[in-house]
């Protein structure tokens, strides 16, 4: 989708035309070069109107259009251009084709297209009618999938599309086929785009191997622009249920936020973000961007019968209050996140305390040893105030190795201490001091992830894998990890690419721009 926002700008260049000496149809908007090349120009003075005709080509950095026909009207007050005939997109990110494309010059970014066959980040559209601003997108009679048969595994047609980037979308009455075949019609659906929630979702069932089958519901919104709230519920066979409300402020500007507006609660995984302690991390240069990121917020939020995700304990906590702050970014050459959080805090049906926790984690620029040699390092540490004072800190340093582009071989050393006397059992860290080990396969669509983890205390303590096979639009896996317990096989539709672009809130594009040469048209020929 992001060459709905490349067209317009495309033409645009187009009314730079006006002063152009007859022989030269070249101008050089927003550093771009733009030209335009065709058999045959015509330029009616009386209209205001020059008409480009057999073979147009019209070239605006690394986008090219191409028509049977090309007419830019300059008169004042319906200032547009007319592509019709074979019109063809060609961009680095994608392809779009239509049969007519109508666009506004006037100073806003407004196109129009008809019967539109577009291929962007690896997902198929086609469309009725395309209206497109850079804030919002209007579709009909729209189908779009991943496969590249002639006949898909599986599309989805709706009569109206709207996507306003970056935030939300809507669909009327989705239909889903599969070989071609209907199967089902849902309601109308609402979806997110924003980064920083999760939208409205529906309740599941949910299982997991210590308490059987559950249901389980989580949804996030925007209040505005910098305000959000979220909840979720989850009930499982003999257990208390779970449940929890929060509203959190941000004060990063949208089009910088990478993550949720809330923080992420003390309760989960410390170092899910860590290259070398989960497969969810891709790489380093992965960890280093979430540290990195821009980070100011508050939130304040209550929550009852969590679970804690780490480790091997069984019990709930329930926080009856909890006001928490986040700051992070760049200082220097390192990244940085910090998290303060005030709580009345108990487990299962103990007493209540009030207590304040602080967690910080610094990382260190990636440095390369050599072309095929990385190396980093990070320090975390928590603290926490209350009846009682504790708290841990932890290092880790770690180095990869890419033989090839296909495969990266890393390790590293971490060493951790626990101080103080903590309130909860969960309040300790897991391990000391150790060494981890992950090799990862990326052999185009086979994919195969492993990380090992031993201590020198627990020996083996935890392992981690995955792994995934692309089969045409399909992604089926498996996944595994020692500690905590979790095992998931699955298939996943591979929609990431055009997901990623519809969430971009201003066009960024994806793949590398190439340098064009485009040729002079010949002379005008001027009518009255």
């Not at 070249?26 to 120009?41: H, R, Y």
């Not at 330029?43 to 480009?52: H, K, L, Q, V, W």
């Not at 049977?68 to 005939?85: I, M, P």
């Not at 980070?295 to 928490?324: C, I, P």
Request: net charge positive; with cysteine.
């Amino acid at each position: 989708m992001s060459l709905f926002w490349v067209a317009p700008a495309v033409m645009l260049g187009l009314h730079h035309f006006a002063n152009t000496t007859p022989n030269q149809a070249t101008v050089q908007p927003e550093d771009l070069e733009f030209e335009v090349k065709a058999k045959t120009v015509n330029r009616n003075i009386a209209t205001e109107t020059t008409t480009f005709s057999d073979g147009v080509v019209a070239i605006y950095g690394p986008t090219t259009i191409h028509a049977d026909r090309l007419v830019v009207s300059l008169k004042k007050g319906s200032e547009h251009a007319v592509a019709t005939g074979h019109v063809r997109l060609d961009d680095p990110d994608g392809q779009i084709s239509a049969d007519i494309l109508d666009l506004n010059l006037d100073g806003g970014r407004h196109g129009v297209a008809t019967n539109v066959m577009a291929t962007i980040a690896g997902a198929k559209l086609t469309a009725k009618r395309a209206d497109i601003t850079p804030k919002l997108w209007t579709l009909s009679d729209v189908t779009l999938t991943t496969c590249r048969n002639r006949i898909p595994l599986y599309s989805v047609f709706t009569k109206e599309l709207t996507v306003v980037p970056g935030r939300r979308g809507r669909a009327k009455s989705p239909e889903l086929s599969l070989f071609g075949n209907h199967i089902l019609t849902i309601p109308t659906q609402n979806f997110t785009l924003d980064r920083r929630t999760i939208g409205f979702r529906p309740p599941s069932f949910s299982y997991r191997k210590d308490r059987g089958l559950g249901v389980a519901w989580a949804s996030g919104i925007l209040l505005d622009e910098q305000t959000g709230v979220g909840a979720n519920f989850a009930a499982f066979p003999n257990s208390f249920p779970g449940y929890s409300a929060q509203i959190s402020r941000t004060w990063i500007p949208a089009e910088l936020a990478e993550g949720l507006i809330s923080p992420r609660s003390e309760l989960a995984e410390r170092f899910a973000n860590g290259y070398l302690d989960s497969i969810e991390t891709s790489s380093p240069e992965s960890e280093s961007q979430t540290l990195r990121s821009p980070r100011k917020s508050v939130s304040f939020g209550s929550s009852w019968n969590q679970g804690v995700n780490r480790g091997s304990s069984s019990l709930f906590y329930s926080k009856a209050a909890e006001l928490s702050g986040e700051i992070g970014g760049v200082a220097g050459a390192f990244g940085y996140m910090t998290e303060l959080r005030v709580q009345t805090i108990r487990v299962q049906h103990g007493p209540w305390l009030t207590r304040s926790v602080m967690t910080a984690a610094v990382g260190s620029p990636i440095v390369h040893v050599t072309r095929d040699l990385e190396t980093w390092a990070r320090l975390d540490a928590e603290g926490y105030l209350g009846p009682h004072k504790s708290g841990w800190v932890r290092g880790t340093a770690g180095l990869a190795y890419s033989p090839f582009p296909q495969i990266r071989l890393s390790g590293g050393l971490y060493s951790g201490r626990d101080f103080g006397r903590p309130e909860f059992g969960i309040d300790r860290l897991d391990f000391g001091a150790g060494y981890m080990i992950r090799a990862d396969f990326n052999l185009g669509p086979t994919k195969f992830t492993l990380i090992n983890k031993r201590d020198g205390k627990l020996g083996w303590w935890d392992r981690e894998y995955s792994a995934s096979q692309v089969v045409g639009c399909l992604e089926p896996f498996v996944a595994y990890r020692k500690s905590p317990a979790d095992y998931r096989i699955g298939v996943k539709i591979r929609l990431d690419q055009f997901i990623d672009v519809l969430q971009a809130r201003t066009f960024k594009r994806t793949q590398p721009a190439k340098h064009i040469i485009s040729q002079q048209t010949p002379p005008f020929k001027d009518q009255n």
